[in-house]
């Protein structure tokens, strides 16, 4: 345990100085806020603030601290990048998730999704000790979304945009696609899970490019994907990228619309459901191009020291914590 | 039917006609993508494995299993040879389905087994077992290095790492699942 605290000090700081040679601003942001971006996907952790004189009022456990670091940028901070605790409910615990987990956030001011790509190699160059981790080592290989599901499932998406036809050829690769409606989204997730994630190449971190538009999120969308990417390690994903939305009605709809999906899915699971801020689309009537990249700081330094789990690089990992509960897959 | 999301570790489901049993499962939320999970099922007929990734609301068939006692009685190389302890009935289980068991079970003993229909899906061998120590290398004289240890074999053939005093005749306690030395028991 000792030498997974002193490899993560060694490793923040190692972060910190290459951030901060740029210029970027380090900062510190709640962890605790009043509302959260909507993100259907993400379940989160609730709680609430008591007082006798003011009243009461509901938090939640930021699952990215992306709110606060936007707002900042839209106040003409600059550049900014933070260390923080990030939470998400419900998924699983175990090798490679722990529901609460480190992660780095930063922002570059002028940059797009593929200047990110480079800044994240120089970092990766700066923090990758000089003997034993050649597989995290830069250049990282690239493929486009598009790429390897024509490489490993023999699809073209362009050609497939609607989920009637992506389901028929889901089908005809052998998955169970129900009759039901889902989201294109859902049968393209079928599909990835089974034939492409497991089959990306694992001897470099892989730059996976080139999200499809119907995966909505807040990265700019470029015809039928977004700009978009997220880094594979070893099969462990590890960072996610966007080219920033900026355009205030584009935000304001994606809140309109995936804060809905929120609400009637969680109604019907019964799980928590965090407050929006109707006005967060305002920020962006003035906000520079940027781009911003969130690493999961846990699963980096677990590959870094050569591990194949978090349990030894978190200190207190709640599976740990609640024996080896059926929830833990060990 | 049980949804996708709640199949865990030993659930048995019927799969195009065929029994599988889960052996492993793990939740994958694909950035920014609905909860999935992904299953590696085992056929208990072949030893067959087979990977399938569902949404975690998916529907998929369970089968309702039950729980006999079943003595084991030998292998022949090929298969287990069991006789239901009620009924007096033999049941052969293929050896690929449930590797290293042989090195597991003794001959004689009663084990809980898991049956759909007549057929054994599972057996269920208890975490932690009593080994009676069939061979054992002398511990070598003056060597006094801390945490020494050697091979020993036990009647069931299993080999296990264990501390250097253990002799030839004793018993221990084995962790099945990891087959790692527990502690010397006394008789």
């Not at chain 2, 068991?101 to 001959?107: G, I, N, Q, V, W």
Request: charged content about 25%; proline content about 5%.
């Amino acid at each position: 345990m000792r030498e997974a605290a002193l490899y993560r000090s060694k490793l923040y700081a190692e972060v910190r100085s290459f951030f901060n040679q740029r210029d970027y601003v380090e900062v510190d942001t709640p962890s605790l806020s009043l509302d959260l971006i909507p993100e259907p996907t993400i379940e989160n952790f609730g709680t609430r603030f008591d007082n006798e004189f003011i009243g009461s009022t509901d938090l939640y456990l930021i699952p990215s601290p992306e709110v606060y670091m936007k707002k900042l940028i839209a106040m003409g901070f600059g550049s900014v990048y933070q260390l923080s605790h990030c939470f998400r409910n419900s998924e699983q615990i175990g090798k490679i998730h722990n529901p609460e987990f480190s992660m780095l956030e930063y922002y570059t001011m002028g940059a797009d999704e593929q200047d990110s790509i480079g800044i994240t190699e120089e970092l990766f160059a700066h923090i990758a000790p000089r003997n034993g981790v050649d597989h995290l080592r830069p250049p990282f290989a690239h493929l486009t979304v598009e790429e390897a599901m024509k490489r490993y499932a023999n699809i073209d998406l362009d050609q497939h945009q609607s989920q009637r036809t992506l389901a028929l050829e889901a089908r005809k690769l052998g998955l169970q696609v129900p009759e039901e409606k889902e989201s294109w989204e859902e049968t393209f997730n079928r599909i990835f899970l089974t034939f492409v994630e497991p089959n990306l190449p694992q001897d470099k971190p892989l730059v996976l490019d080139r999200y499809p538009a119907q995966i909505d999120c807040l990265a700019k969308r470029d015809g039928n994907y977004r700009k978009r990417w997220e880094m594979y390690i070893g099969g462990v994903e590890v960072a996610n990228c966007y080219d920033e939305e900026r355009n205030p009605e584009v935000v304001r709809s994606y809140y309109r619309k995936e804060y809905a999906k929120l609400v009637q899915k969680r109604t019907e699971t019964g799980s928590v459901i965090p407050d929006a801020d109707p006005d967060f689309a305002d920020i962006f009537k003035n906000f520079p191009q940027c781009s911003g990249v969130a690493i999961g700081m846990d699963r980096l330094l677990m590959l870094l020291m050569g591990k194949t789990d978090l349990r030894g690089v978190i200190l207190f990992p709640l599976s740990g914590m609640l024996g080896s509960g059926k929830n833990c897959n060990i | 039917m049980i949804k996708a999301g709640q199949i865990d570790k030993g659930t048995a489901l019927l799969i195009k006609g065929q029994p599988f049993v889960c052996i492993d499962r793990e939740f994958v939320n694909p950035g920014k993508g609905s909860a999935f999970v992904r299953l590696k099922l085992k056929s208990p007929s072949t030893g067959q494995t087979l990977s399938e990734t569902m949404k975690s609301q998916d529907n998929a068939e369970d089968i309702q299993v039950s729980d006999r006692d079943s003595q084991y009685l030998y292998n022949d190389g090929e298969n287990f040879h069991f006789m239901l302890t009620d009924t007096f009935e033999q049941i052969e289980v293929p050896m690929a389905t449930f590797p290293d068991y042989e090195f597991l079970m003794k001959d004689g003993e009663t084990y809980r087994c898991t049956f759909w229909e007549e057929q054994i899906l599972d057996i269920q061998i208890p975490p932690k077992v009593i080994f009676f120590v069939a061979e054992a290398e002398e511990a070598v004289k003056g060597d006094t290095v801390q945490g020494a240890t050697k091979y020993i074999t036990t009647e069931t053939g299993l080999k296990v790492r264990v501390p250097i005093f253990i002799k030839q005749g004793e018993k221990i306690r084995v962790n099945t699942e990891t087959k790692e030395y527990l502690e010397r028991v006394n008789n």
